[in-house]
């Protein structure tokens, strides 16, 4: 085709969407390939859809992040408008899943990755994108980048209603419950969108399928959808249940942001390597208890956050022997005193680490709130014993300890793989005082120890302060 509008060329058409057509352009000026989004003719005489599409260039050229489209510019001639982006040569997702049936978890859970770090970005400058769908995420060549497209459908979070009231936009197979219901959305009813995605992902089919839209609707507001580790047994369950708990009716029952689903993402990825992401057997009880699919889900990606450093030195974080003893658990309910006992005969014994485990999972199973603080300080004094004596680093001991759960362990991790390892250990031990696990003399004590170890002077006279008083022989 030979054409052209404003500053680009258009050589030929790349797609065509509900608002427009997308064409691949070159910019002679500098000499490099765009799209080129035009609005369709026919909407070009409509004010409303005009606005719409003003509203699309605008609200999408303040995200600049690697995975969403960059905005270039804006153009407005007599009887066309159209917007220049960045071109990514590639392929959109939905073309990948035509021809690859169930990817790989892990390659699903780091497509995901990539849209949530998209949607995280967007999100916190109050841009919700209201038509997450594969033909929506490109991946480019090469690279295998994921990038999201088409921000057409998205609203700035504080600017004005464009739409009537009534009036639906969106995929059915992809639209939120809240969003079929027309009510306020916020980010996570982008999340629910991208569940839908993973699920495909995971087991190359939709959570829903019905015969007329209207039907398709009512399956999103009512039906309980299939477990994906169900439908495909390479999917292990907390994959599985992550990507449940995104199409939770309730947006309160997902995650609450785009980047707590990040950190659990990340916190699965990290365990690839391991084929069993189960719970030891004692966190597993405390997540039955557990009143959300959230809060399990979370809890079962503690053990995957915290298996990036594999020297096996005691601690058993992703198997299924739990460290606590059978007659130690009546019926699946923790016997305290006797737990507990067994723990201080660990330490007693200068087995610091497994002590530490058997406080660990004493508190968090322990029904009193009296016996939860004894336990967590037990398991701090052992904290303190594990850094002082041991020939590890202090960070590399938190990462094999289960008091720090995925959530808050992947932001630390991220600091010590960027160098900032001072600021890695800061951000662990606070988050161990907030928790009543340290005192803040204990924490100001390590962190003057840094990442490494003490000088063996000083190591040998904290090992005294912190022996229980009748053991100081």
């Avoid at 699965?268 to 699919?293: F, G, M, N």
């Avoid at 793989?417 to 005192?439: C, F, P, R, S």
Wanted: hydrophobic content about 40%; charged content about 30%; proline content about 5%.
């Amino acid at each position: 085709m030979d054409d052209r509008i404003g500053a680009f060329r258009l050589v030929r058409q790349l797609g065509r969407g509900a608002m427009g057509v997308v064409y691949l352009g070159y910019e002679d000026s500098l000499n490099r390939d765009v799209a080129v989004k035009v609005l369709s003719p026919d909407l070009s005489s409509d004010p409303k859809f005009v606005d719409r599409f003003k509203r699309e260039a605008q609200s999408a050229a303040t995200l600049k992040h690697p995975h969403i489209v960059q905005i270039y510019s804006f153009s407005q001639g007599e009887d066309r408008f159209c917007f220049a982006m960045e071109y990514v040569k590639g392929y959109t997702l939905r073309d990948l899943m035509a021809d690859s049936g169930p990817l790989p978890w892990a390659d699903a859970l780091r497509i995901t990755l990539q849209i949530s770090q998209a949607l995280e970005h967007a999100h916190a400058l109050g841009v919700v994108h209201r038509d997450i769908k594969p033909r929506n995420i490109l991946v480019e060549e090469g690279t295998e980048r994921i990038v999201v497209t088409d921000f057409g459908l998205s609203r700035v979070l504080a600017g004005s209603r464009l739409t009537k009231d009534g009036e639906l936009f969106g995929t059915p197979e992809y639209m939120s419950p809240e969003q079929i219901e027309g009510k306020e959305l916020d980010g996570r009813a982008d999340l629910y969108s991208l569940g839908v995605v993973l699920f495909e992902l995971l087991t190359a089919r939709l959570p829903f399928e019905a015969e007329t839209p209207v039907a398709l609707l009512r399956m999103h507001l009512d039906k309980k959808p299939s477990a994906p580790h169900e439908l495909n047994t390479q999917v292990p369950r907390e994959v599985g249940e992550l990507c449940l708990t995104l199409l939770s009716k309730r947006p309160e029952d997902r995650f609450e942001s785009a980047s707590e689903l990040c950190g659990a993402l990340e916190a699965l990825l990290l365990s690839e390597a391991e084929t069993d992401l189960h719970l030891p057997k004692a966190l597993r009880s405390k997540a039955k208890r557990s009143k959300t699919l959230r809060t399990r889900l979370l809890a079962g990606a503690i053990s995957a956050a915290l298996l990036l450093v594999g020297i096996g030195v005691g601690i058993h974080l992703a198997r299924d022997d739990s460290p606590l003893e059978p007659e130690e658990l009546e019926g699946g309910y923790l016997h305290f005193d006797r737990a507990f006992q067994a723990a201080q005969d660990l330490r007693n014994e200068g087995d610091y680490l497994a002590a530490l485990e058997k406080f660990w999972a004493i508190s968090a199973l322990a029904e009193k709130e009296k016996e939860q603080v004894q336990a967590k300080r037990a398991a701090g004094e052992c904290v303190v014993m594990v850094i002082t004596t041991s020939d590890l680093p202090i960070l590399q001991i938190l990462r094999k300890s289960e008091i720090l759960s995925a959530a808050e362990m992947v932001p630390i991790l991220r600091k010590t793989k960027n160098g900032e390892i001072h600021e890695a250990l800061a951000q662990a031990l606070d988050i161990l005082m907030q928790k009543g696990v340290l005192t803040e003399e204990e924490v100001e004590q390590l962190k003057v120890a840094g990442p490494g170890l003490p000088p063996k002077g000083r190591r040998e006279r904290t090992r005294l302060e912190h022996i229980p008083r009748e053991n100081q022989d």
